[in-house]
């Protein structure tokens, strides 16, 4: 059978040189339409949720769930974090304004907690005792904060501060070490030349009322442009140029991030592709140098890569017929198809060149290399490409779809390696002179390639003995299904994601579970908050608060309390000569708060806050009148410029009503209930769930009791789970197809077990080095299987067709012939072409890359050492 696929395949080459204008003329009109459709017709997809079977019911439950909440799914959220509160609300709702006026770049924009109802509502959503202890506390200080509201002065202040020190030494029960602290802190900012508004919202409230408080959310849905390879390109630069359009990211005790799912994704995007135009190029000169080493011949590499584009432009082509897209997996298929596709031009170009030096015309070496590396190419296509098809059936369609592209591919670059190529050859004959530089400086490997015959027995004893303890390695093999870490932790939006998961009460991932009513509603959270993996449930009742006709009582008193004070009219602005008159009569206050005896609250405070104020009027005292007047202003801003807003809010909290799930703002019940009805439960987690632990506990715990849950921690394990099974049916399944179809056309199992030996041998020995780095697999690095499980098989073929072809009564050294260098030069091509991943700043292309680089090292090591060693039985070392 293979004498007579031989003849065949060298009747083909003689056709295509003997017509090989005909054949250069319809390779350049085929190239040119390819080329032509694939550029008018390919897309690029870039939702990642396309990356698996629609038919998986978890990505049913999934979708069922985005058409349910549409404006739950791709958002971005935008992170303000202040140094006070007030800033961080200000800074939050300047944003969303800014937002919205945006409609053709934005779907909707939501600021959690924000708008006029929270605002009014807000005192009912502290805890009854909570508010009690506020209202209290807010009595206490009621003639002091009547004053300060009259008097919103520098003046005002420090007049009220003196009176209410003298207060507390007189035994009132007063706390004024908060407000004292934070008036020491902004007179040692403005002694630095600073500004430092201090917060009345933390003075006024309890901590614990407001939560995450110096922390706000806008939650913004961009509109996707999937067509592009960056999809949220557009709305990314439009919140930036916003952003600093404003002056927000300029202004003092301010930070703004972005993070969510659109701004990971874009920001991994753009991570993978910064410098990608760099590395592509350094790696095309790195091969192109690799090719004119081990070629040694420019003719050879100009029809080598003449070749190779040219089957690159054809599988384009067909990636466009077939499919139509390209997805962030399958446009890997190049890499791919140059990495395996150079294989068969430098196969057949080093054997060409060896029948040229042993006195053979063109025409004759042509067809005699067609005839003896025809075989081995034909059944490499074959075997690589059952390989790729055989991810094809499985439900991980990025990879399916890969599979089909680059399995179609192999049989395009067998076919033009087999008639484009030789036409060229033809065309661009090599010179005799030329292959005898080869002859006198002998190949790449001659220098030790009697070394693996003369130990194969030790060899084959050390072969064995690392590949039982690569065994005893892999059960340590397990996969990472965060997906975050497949990111670069440099980058805004993995940094502010990792700050949130650090904070329970800010963690962005959940679980969500759909009930049809409000019944259902109740009975699952009963459930879901007794598992153990459970932190809390949220629903769209769980915004209306418990205990409201008690708290409205507290408030109404609060309220007759404060009321009057509130509305109280503004006394004129003091003069100049009256704020520095304060602060002498304050400072005095505070001498003599501090050499009070017994034991006064806060006297070590008192006493660095009248030290500061002693340096700022000393200040003061050698400026002219104007600077005087604007320290004190400045004094006064940081002092007092959060204050009435700060009375206002209380004011509007003071007329607090009754409410219910009804009354709730119709943006926010949008995203607990759906138009169909459907009712959004929130599944929080108690542990951080970015380990693989805790998240597959937590999905099975929910599941339990709500099999249909889904969200991002259900679609992360789901995934990974369905990424695993077909890897491992695809690998199993291709290597049981590769090695009948090995005993079908070489008629032999000892020859199938030998060309087999490779892929096994290096496929264990890389997997164990890759996980005694500390390395494990993710959804990023498990893509680079299939390219060394093409060159695994490859090189293991190439080796026994061509130890099986020579005479059985010559001895050969296999390490000195063609097909051993052709091994070298073609795993030397795949290193430096994906070898500089490794220094990628995106962890998951560097992962790639570091497997890669090693797999193909370790292909190396089992083709060129112990796969003769294995063949030293049969084959004894030549003295040629």
């Given at each position: 059978m293979k004498n007579r696929l031989g003849s065949i395949i060298g009747r083909w080459v003689r056709m295509a040189v003997l017509y090989r204008w005909w054949v250069l003329l319809l390779a350049c009109l085929l190239t040119a339409l390819s080329l032509n459709y694939a550029i008018s017709h390919l897309k690029i997809s870039t939702d990642l949720a396309n990356m698996l079977s629609p038919e998986l019911s978890f990505r049913?439950?999934?979708?069922?769930?985005?058409?349910?909440?549409?404006?739950?799914?791709?958002t971005l959220v935008i992170v303000v974090d202040a140094s006070a509160p007030e800033l961080a609300r200000q800074a939050a709702s300047e944003i969303a304004n800014r937002l919205e006026e945006q409609g053709e770049r934005f779907n909707n924009v939501f600021v959690p907690g924000g708008g006029e109802f929270f605002e009014r509502q807000a005192l009912l959503y502290m805890d009854l005792p909570e508010l009690e202890e506020q209202a209290d506390k807010l009595a206490a200080i009621q003639?002091?904060?009547?004053?300060?509201?009259?008097?919103?002065?520098?003046?005002?202040?420090?007049?009220?501060?003196?009176?209410?020190?003298?207060?507390?030494?007189?035994?009132?029960?007063?706390?004024?070490?908060?407000?004292?602290?934070?008036?020491?802190?902004?007179?040692?900012?403005?002694?630095?030349?600073?500004?430092?508004?201090?917060?009345?919202?933390?003075?006024?409230?309890?901590?614990?009322?407001?939560?995450?408080?110096?922390?706000?959310?806008?939650?913004?849905?961009?509109?996707?442009?999937?067509?592009?390879?960056?999809?949220?390109k557009g709305a990314m630069e439009s919140i930036r140029r916003l952003l600093e359009d404003s002056g927000l990211t300029q202004r003092?005790?301010?930070?703004?991030?972005?993070?969510?799912?659109?701004?990971?994704?874009?920001?991994?995007?753009?991570?993978?592709?910064?410098?990608?135009?760099?590395?592509?190029?350094?790696?095309?000169?790195?091969?192109?140098?690799?090719?004119?080493?081990?070629?040694?011949?420019?003719?050879?590499?100009i029809a080598t890569l003449v070749s190779l584009l040219v089957?690159?432009?054809?599988?384009?082509?067909?990636?466009?017929?077939?499919?139509?897209?390209?997805?962030?997996?399958?446009?890997?298929?190049?890499?791919?198809?140059?990495?395996?596709?150079?294989?068969?031009?430098?196969?057949?170009?080093?054997?060409?060149?060896?029948?040229?030096?042993?006195?053979?015309?063109?025409?004759?070496?042509?067809?005699?290399?067609?005839?003896?590396?025809?075989?081995?190419?034909?059944?490499?296509?074959?075997t690589t490409a059952v390989g790729f098809y055989a991810f094809f059936p499985t439900a991980y369609s990025g990879v399916s779809e890969l599979g089909l592209i680059s399995g179609t591919g192999m049989f395009i670059s067998l076919l033009v390696s087999l008639?484009?190529?030789?036409?060229?050859?033809?065309?661009?004959?090599?010179?005799?002179?030329?292959?005898?530089?080869?002859?006198?400086?002998?190949?790449?490997i001659a220098g030790w390639s009697?070394?693996?015959?003369?130990?194969?027995?030790?060899?084959?004893?050390?072969?064995?003995?690392?590949?039982?303890?690569?065994?005893?390695?892999?059960?340590?093999?397990?996969?990472?299904?965060?997906?975050?870490?497949?990111?670069?932790?440099?980058?805004?939006?993995?940094?502010?994601?990792?700050?949130?998961?650090?904070?329970?009460?800010?963690?962005?991932?959940?679980?969500?579970?759909?009930?049809?009513?409000?019944?259902?509603?109740?009975?699952?959270?009963?459930?879901?908050?007794?598992?153990?993996?459970?932190?809390?449930?949220?629903?769209?009742?769980?915004?209306?608060?418990?205990?409201?006709?008690?708290?409205?009582?507290?408030?109404?008193?609060?309220?007759?309390?404060?009321?009057?004070?509130?509305?109280?009219?503004?006394?004129?602005?003091?003069?100049?000569?009256?704020?520095?008159?304060?602060?002498?009569?304050?400072?005095?206050?505070?001498?003599?708060?501090?050499?009070?005896?017994?034991?006064?609250?806060?006297?070590e405070t008192v006493i660095k806050l009248r030290q500061n104020l002693q340096?700022?009027?000393?200040?003061?005292?050698?400026?002219?009148?104007?600077?005087?007047?604007?320290?004190?202003?400045?004094?006064?801003?940081?002092?007092?410029?959060?204050?009435?807003?700060?009375?206002?809010?209380?004011?509007?909290?003071?007329?607090?009503?009754?409410?219910?799930?009804?009354?709730?703002?119709?943006?926010?019940?949008?995203?607990?209930?759906?138009?169909?009805?459907?009712?959004?439960?929130?599944?929080?987690?108690?542990?951080?769930?970015?380990?693989?632990?805790?998240?597959?506990?937590?999905?099975?715990?929910?599941?339990?009791?709500a099999p249909d849950a889904t969200d991002d921690p259900v679609i992360i394990l789901e995934s990974a789970q369905v990424v695993v099974t077909a890897f491992q049916q695809a690998f199993t399944g291709a290597i049981i197809v590769i090695g009948l179809i090995l005993i079908l056309i070489l008629r032999s199992i000892i020859d199938a077990v030998f060309v087999m030996i490779p892929l096994l041998f290096a496929g264990l020995l890389t997997v164990a080095l890759f996980l005694l780095s500390g390395s494990v697999f993710n959804f990023a690095n498990i893509i680079a299987l299939p390219l060394l499980l093409g060159l695994g098989v490859d090189n293991g073929i190439h080796m026994v067709t061509r130890i099986r072809a020579a005479d059985p009564n010559q001895r050969v050294n296999l390490l000195k012939t063609s097909t051993a260098r052709a091994v070298l030069i073609s795993a030397l091509t795949t290193i430096v072409s994906f070898g500089n991943l490794i220094f990628s700043s995106h962890p998951g292309t560097a992962g790639m890359g570091k497997i890669l680089t090693l797999g193909v090292l370790m292909t190396l090591l089992a083709t060129l050492v112990v796969l003769p060693a294995m063949l030293a039985r049969d084959q004894t070392v030549s003295a040629e």
């Open positions: 049913q439950t999934y979708e069922q769930y985005k058409r349910a909440f549409p404006q739950q799914v791709d003639p002091f904060l009547g004053r300060l509201t009259r008097d919103q002065s520098l003046y005002g202040l420090l007049t009220m501060l003196g009176d209410a020190l003298d207060a507390v030494r007189d035994g009132e029960g007063l706390d004024l070490v908060p407000i004292l602290t934070q008036l020491n802190e902004a007179v040692e900012w403005r002694l630095k030349g600073r500004d430092y508004p201090i917060s009345w919202q933390e003075l006024m409230f309890n901590e614990g009322a407001q939560g995450n408080h110096n922390r706000q959310f806008i939650v913004v849905q961009p509109r996707m442009e999937f067509s592009s390879l960056l999809a949220a003092e005790g301010l930070r703004i991030r972005l993070t969510g799912t659109v701004a990971l994704q874009y920001e991994e995007l753009e991570s993978v592709s910064r410098g990608a135009g760099i590395a592509a190029i350094s790696a095309l000169l790195m091969v192109l140098l690799v090719l004119t080493v081990g070629l040694r011949s420019l003719k050879l590499v089957g690159l432009v054809l599988t384009a082509g067909f990636a466009t017929l077939a499919i139509g897209k390209l997805n962030l997996i399958s446009v890997a298929f190049a890499v791919l198809y140059i990495g395996l596709g150079v294989d068969f031009a430098i196969h057949l170009c080093l054997r060409h060149r060896e029948l040229i030096r042993a006195g053979n015309s063109t025409l004759a070496a042509l067809v005699a290399t067609g005839k003896g590396v025809g075989v081995s190419l034909v059944l490499c296509a074959i008639t484009l190529l030789p036409a060229l050859l033809s065309i661009w004959p090599l010179r005799h002179a030329a292959a005898d530089v080869v002859r006198q400086r002998g190949g790449p009697d070394w693996p015959y003369r130990h194969a027995k030790a060899l084959r004893w050390a072969a064995l003995i690392a590949a039982v303890l690569a065994l005893l390695v892999l059960p340590q093999l397990r996969f990472d299904y965060n997906p975050i870490n497949l990111r670069n932790p440099d980058t805004e939006s993995v940094a502010t994601f990792r700050d949130l998961v650090e904070n329970a009460a800010t963690a962005p991932w959940n679980a969500t579970v759909l009930a049809g009513n409000a019944a259902e509603v109740e009975i699952y959270q009963g459930l879901l908050n007794e598992l153990d993996s459970v932190d809390k449930t949220v629903a769209v009742d769980d915004f209306v608060p418990e205990n409201q006709m008690d708290k409205l009582t507290v408030i109404e008193d609060m309220a007759l309390i404060l009321g009057a004070e509130l509305e109280g009219s503004q006394q004129p602005p003091p003069t100049s000569d009256q704020q520095l008159s304060s602060l002498r009569s304050f400072q005095f206050a505070l001498e003599t708060y501090a050499a009070s005896s017994g034991n006064l609250p806060g006297r340096q700022f009027r000393e200040q003061l005292a050698v400026k002219e009148i104007d600077k005087i007047n604007t320290e004190l202003n400045e004094l006064q801003h940081s002092l007092l410029h959060y204050f009435p807003e700060n009375m206002r809010m209380l004011k509007a909290s003071l007329g607090a009503t009754h409410f219910s799930m009804q009354d709730l703002p119709t943006d926010l019940v949008q995203r607990w209930v759906s138009q169909q009805g459907d009712f959004r439960i929130a599944v929080f987690p108690k542990s951080d769930i970015s380990d693989n632990d805790a998240l597959r506990r937590f999905v099975s715990e929910i599941r339990t009791e």
